[in-house]
């Protein structure tokens, strides 16, 4: 069943249960059509186990997890509607969409009569440190880059404070970005072909940021695209960053860096504002279930430290288990480690058994035969 901005699948051998998935990104482009069929294609393997799944794009591209988890509970009552109450109805959120799904569950735990609305919640790869806390690196980022590469703005262009993420009416483009850095670092370039100068600056990016080589154009678009969407178009122009006190560290000449790089304080109504759309509280009331590769290199695995913090502030960790992978990888982990995430939720809801990573790992090895790829749970793992 496809709508305008959703797509929704029902197998044939239906178990019952509903699997409503919350997109990552953000994705900063006006929402398309077919958007919701890419993130089905990633998770085809709940449909093929016998779930029911529904994905929708938000209203609108950019940052805001208040409004997505509208949109992902709409898209609940959508199914509900159109379908009937499942057996079972399950939250999935993954990346920025586990950000949403843990909102969503928080804001659309029950309903006015007091019903559950989400039996159980499923976060793979989440950014799940909330805004306030997630972003941060970026912001640091963009002024270790800048400090270095002088190119971002360019000496001839505006300048303007760095965590504003650019300014309005720029019509920079991503490839605009990737030929900056690749200017100044020589990424995108083998490395023979990169100069002296350019190893040099790269090296002190990484080593200072802790942001992987491959993944340097993706985090510093993000720190530039996603920034102007979340300060001027959630926070009123707001900033919501601070490196005041910030003492980078690992670049060739730390004393110069800390002296010269760009310095802002954070307005604390900007970071009221942020905190309210997109942190969590950590009073979960559905059992809550994760995955995280350890050395994933886009929403790093410390963010399930701040969650398990924050659940068990609020005296709620009896309904959370964590699970971790020995991948380097962020949008896709192996497919039959999905499958045992889903079996695992299913038979706590169905039979009251609470998962351990262990037992996770073991339903993995009986469906890795299935889907032809390996499993890598590390159970002894903690952040």
């Not at 001839?156 to 850095?181: F, H, I, K, N």
């Not at 009073?283 to 279930?289: C, E, G």
């Not at 886009?298 to 963010?303: E, I, L, M, S, Y």
Request: hydrophobic share 40%; net charge negative; glycine share 10%.
């Amino acid at each position: 069943m496809r709508g305008d901005y959703y797509w929704i699948a029902v197998p044939d051998r239906w178990n019952g249960t509903l699997v409503v998935h919350a997109h990552g990104g953000p994705r900063t482009g006006a929402p398309q059509p077919d958007d919701p069929l890419d993130d089905l294609n990633r998770f085809a393997m709940t449909v093929r186990e016998g779930y029911a799944w529904a994905g929708s794009t938000y209203r609108r591209g950019g940052y805001g997890v208040r409004m997505a988890a509208e949109d992902t509970d709409t898209l609940r009552q959508l199914f509900w509607d159109s379908f009937g109450r499942p057996r079972r109805t399950l939250l999935h959120g993954q990346s920025w969409g586990g950000n949403v799904a843990a909102k969503a569950a928080e804001l659309y735990a029950r309903d006015a009569e007091g019903k559950v609305v989400w039996d159980g919640v499923v976060l793979t790869s989440g950014v799940l440190a909330g805004g306030t806390r997630a972003y941060g690196f970026r912001a640091d980022l963009r002024a270790v880059y800048q400090y270095v590469c002088h190119n971002h703005p360019a000496p001839d262009e505006p300048q303007y404070p760095l965590w504003q993420g650019l300014p309005e009416g720029s019509r920079m483009t991503r490839a605009d970005l990737a030929e900056r850095v690749r200017t100044c670092t020589g990424v995108g370039l083998p490395e023979a072909q990169r100069t002296p100068v350019q190893k040099r600056n790269l090296a002190d990016i990484l080593a200072v940021t802790g942001v992987e080589e491959d993944e340097l154009v993706a985090h510093l678009a993000w720190g530039t695209f996603l920034f102007r969407d979340m300060v001027q178009r959630r926070l009123d122009g707001l900033n919501p960053f601070s490196n005041i006190d910030r003492v980078y560290a690992g670049s060739h000449d730390d004393a110069a860096l800390n002296a010269g790089v760009q310095r802002f304080a954070a307005d604390p109504m900007g970071v009221a504002r942020l905190a309210y759309d997109a942190d969590l509280s950590g009073l979960i009331v559905a059992p809550t279930l994760t995955i995280h590769g350890k050395a994933d290199p886009t929403a790093f695995v410390g963010n399930e430290a701040v969650y398990r913090d924050q659940v068990a502030a609020a005296g709620r960790s009896e309904l959370l288990v964590q699970t971790f992978t020995d991948e380097r990888s962020h949008s896709a982990l192996h497919a039959p480690e999905y499958v045992a995430l889903f079996q695992a939720m299913s038979a706590w809801l169905d039979e009251g058994r609470k998962p351990t990573a262990a037992s996770v790992a073991a339903l993995c090895e009986t469906a890795k035969a299935r889907y032809g790829q390996a499993c890598a749970f590390d159970v002894d793992f903690k952040p």
